[in-house]
């Protein structure tokens, strides 16, 4: 299995752009995550996804946020428009709900700087 | 989300020693309680997780030790080596409940000298 994918996997913008990051989870997983990292704040879950259905996304910091999961194999962070305290990696991962099976997958991450 | 307390922040263990980080929770409905290791420049991945009906696992050099009544658990790793210098999170989560989805402790960085 190639694992969660994410793209791109650096990314440097200038404050004011849109930023899109792109997630493809592991193939038969229903359930997909969006994951923020910082020095500060650590792991921050910012949004779930259950059979491509936006489930809770009160970890979205504000309306400049917004994702989106069109089909099983696809999911799109957006920022529009982005700052610099936007600046973080960004982590992707995807999860099969099964008794046995707990286990949560992230990608490599995007590192998003905004300058 | 619940909060799941980690300790230390940071922890600089000698080659051969033995690293302990420790965690602590405070929703009892949490049922499922994984440690995450996390490499310079990669995503977190699994590293061992255990249930709160056993008090311990081990697998290799890295065993949980998990007390219920204390709402704790901790990781130990044996014999610490320079590759286990990493970030490790615990973290905590309610089977069957939103795709397993975990509270992550707040991580800690070990480094192990050689």
């Known amino acids: 299995d190639a694992g969660v994918i994410q793209s791109p996997r650096h990314e440097v913008t200038e404050m004011g752009q849109e930023v899109t990051l792109r997630c493809k989870p592991i193939s038969g997983h229903d359930y997909l995550f969006w994951y923020r990292q910082t020095m500060m704040r650590g792991l921050e879950l910012l949004i779930y996804?259950?059979?491509?259905?936006?489930?809770?996304d009160s970890g979205m910091p504000e309306d400049r946020f917004s994702a989106k999961m069109p089909n099983a194999s696809f999911s799109t962070l957006k920022i529009q428009p982005s700052e610099p305290r936007d600046s973080a990696v960004y982590f992707c991962?995807?999860?099969?709900?099964?008794?046995?099976?707990?286990?949560?997958?992230f990608g490599e991450g995007s590192w998003l700087t905004v300058v | 989300q619940q909060q799941v307390k980690q300790s230390p922040q940071s922890l600089i263990v000698q080659k051969g020693g033995i690293s302990i980080i420790n965690c602590a929770y405070e929703n009892t409905a949490f049922d499922y309680f994984p440690w995450y290791q996390q490499f310079p420049g990669k995503g977190p991945a699994l590293l061992i997780a255990?249930?709160?009906?056993?008090s311990e696992k081990k697998e290799g050099r890295f065993t949980i030790s998990f007390n219920k009544s204390a709402k704790q658990f901790s990781l130990h790793i044996m014999d610490s080596q320079p590759g286990d210098s990493a970030t490790y999170f615990c973290a905590a989560s309610i089977p069957w409940n939103a795709g397993n989805m975990l509270t992550f402790g707040g991580g800690t960085r070990l480094m192990v000298k050689p």
């Open positions: 991962a995807s999860s099969l709900l099964s008794i046995s099976g707990n286990t949560i997958y």
């Open positions: 255990i249930r709160p009906d056993v």
């Open positions: 996804f259950n059979n491509n259905v936006p489930i809770d």
